[in-house]
């Protein structure tokens, strides 16, 4: 089939993992910061535009890089530079007309690939890089060490021009909410799993079993990944089973069921034209296609959630990408969801039509977030990269990436595929009512927004008193073992929802040994709730 020269096509991606040094292999100060490891992956990612290894010789990745119109970087969060990607430019010996730095979201590097292929469909350029870095376990390393290291890290001058801004930078949670505890993952993503446990009917410990055989099945891809940063799979019983090790850290959570931060990565993919490739001498097997994208938001904030076990922007977002693409959910080939925790897994799968224990497509191609690594707002990147060695190993297929942002609030999807989007025009009662569709080149991309934002919502009442019932619950630990605090989503005698705490050291028992969900209780003027 002929192919539109302006198509985006990837050519060219690379990952790094900079593993713990062995004992007295090196310092933490030798260690590279982010940008260091940035600049890793784009060379690797150099490299992978001839076929080249490590170090191998890449004139087709070069006369690319040379090229490099629009730069774009996922920001790190384990160090503050003004502007990554000006430094990553100067390192890379490249002036490119645009630079743009991501806000925070785990959303945003799928959600870069998709306006970059939109761009380059469009004309507007021909060669762009996406790339991110962090190094969380480094940076922690330091904080803990006896002598407290100084990391010798690149700091910019204050006056130094800020870059151009890429996302959404709203904040995450109300106030209410965070005064009650919502202020960080691991406090949120546990009233997900207590929410999903409740409408499954499952028991507690059936519920903790059931988790704990996503994540080994996860960890079975990770062993497979020369990337991952944990690669030894583990059973279903190794991951739940609380030890000296893994410690629970917020009910049903132990810190095997929850995303690996403290680890150093680094990933970057090179896109460009499908003329500019095929002008460079890029062999046609290196391409991978962006076929379709989308991206939603639910109900911004937890508050106004219709409920806590589903994503209506998740299946809206999917269902248009996957329409754009020509394509169903049985048809696609090899998936990523992105796997922070596992609730955000089971939501995801269940919205998109998928079964969680496929043991012919398994929900990761990397291993997920605990075990391949969740490197700050670059796991997107690396979910990219391996889904395209993916891809090439198994011409004639196509993948599904996921990138989630805050709370279950930012979605964005990819699908891709070894040959490019042969559908024409989707017929409109294919996509959700409202949808704003684009699309450039053989790249099509949906805004279901509308359809999003018409759904019911629910309505919060800071203000109630008396008679509740749980909804969800999220069960805070301490470091030495117990439960030292709730944080309770629940419903008034009218349907509205408050945000509640529990601190009685019996009441906490039971809510980490009996269902809570569906319980009664009655809620105090200090925001505590007495359950029944």
Not at 208 to 227: C, D, H, T
Not at 327 to 354: K, M, N, Q, R
Not at 407 to 431: C, F, M, Q, R, W
Request: aromatic content about 6%.
């Amino acid at each position: 089939m002929t192919i539109d020269p302006s198509t985006p096509v990837v050519v060219g991606v690379g990952q790094v993992t900079n593993r713990p040094h062995t004992e007295g292999d090196g310092t933490l100060a030798d260690r590279p910061e982010p940008l260091g490891l940035m600049l890793d992956a784009v060379s690797a990612a150099v490299e992978d535009c001839d076929g080249a290894g490590p170090g191998g010789a890449a004139p087709l990745g070069r006369s690319l890089l040379a090229r490099v119109a629009s730069l774009r970087i996922a920001n790190p969060l384990s160090w503050h530079y003004v502007d990554p990607g000006a430094l990553l430019a100067e390192e890379l010996g490249i002036e490119p007309a645009q630079i743009l730095v991501s806000t925070t979201g785990g959303n945003n590097p799928q959600m870069l690939v998709n306006a970059t292929a939109l761009a380059i469909g469009r004309g507007e350029f021909d060669v762009a890089v996406v790339a991110g870095a962090d190094c969380h376990y480094t940076q922690a390393a330091a904080r803990r060490h006896s002598d407290r290291p100084l990391l010798p890290w690149t700091v910019q001058a204050a006056d130094t021009p800020p870059p151009t801004p890429f996302g959404s930078d709203r904040r995450g949670t109300t106030r209410a909410e965070e005064e009650r505890g919502l202020d960080h993952p691991i406090h949120v993503f546990p009233l997900f799993e207590s929410a999903l446990r409740a409408h499954a009917g499952r028991t507690l410990p059936e519920h903790l079993a059931y988790i704990g055989g996503i994540w080994s099945r996860f960890s079975e891809v990770a062993a497979g990944n020369p990337y991952a940063w944990l690669r030894d799979p583990r059973t279903a019983e190794e991951l739940t089973t609380v030890t000296e090790s893994n410690r629970m850290v917020a009910y049903p959570y132990t810190k095997l069921l929850t995303a690996d931060l403290q680890v150093d990565q680094g990933a970057a993919v090179i896109l460009c034209s499908a003329a500019v490739a095929e002008a460079v001498g890029v062999p046609r097997d290196r391409w991978v296609f962006p076929l379709a994208g989308a991206d939603a938001e639910d109900h911004w904030f937890l508050s106004h959630r219709a409920d806590f076990h589903s994503s209506p922007a998740i299946r809206l977002a999917g269902a248009s990408a996957l329409a754009l693409a020509g394509s169903t959910i049985d048809a696609v080939d090899h998936v990523d969801l992105y796997s922070c925790f596992p609730s955000a897994v089971e939501i995801a799968a269940a919205e998109l039509g998928l079964p969680l224990d496929d043991p012919g497509r398994p929900l990761t191609v990397t291993g997920g977030m605990t075990f391949a690594g969740g490197p700050g707002n670059n796991y997107g990147t690396h979910s990219l990269a391996t889904m395209v060695g993916v891809l090439r190993e198994h011409p004639g297929t196509t993948g599904l990436t996921t990138g989630l942002g805050w709370y279950v609030s930012k979605h964005s999807i990819g699908v891709y595929g070894t040959e490019p989007n042969a559908t024409g025009d989707v017929a409109p009662e294919l996509l959700p009512e409202g949808t704003v569709v684009e699309t450039a080149a053989g790249f099509a991309w949906a805004d279901p927004q509308v359809a999003v934002g018409s759904l019911p919502q629910c309505t919060p009442d800071a203000d109630a008193r008396g008679e509740v019932t749980v909804e969800t619950y999220s069960v805070e630990f301490a470091r030495t073992g117990s439960p030292e605090r709730a944080v309770v989503a629940c419903r008034t005698l009218e349907g509205r929802r408050v945000w509640a705490h529990v601190s009685d050291p019996d009441q906490l028992a039971v809510l980490v040994t009996e269902e809570g969900c569906g319980r009664l209780g009655t809620l105090r003027a200090d925001g505590e709730v007495d359950l029944r």
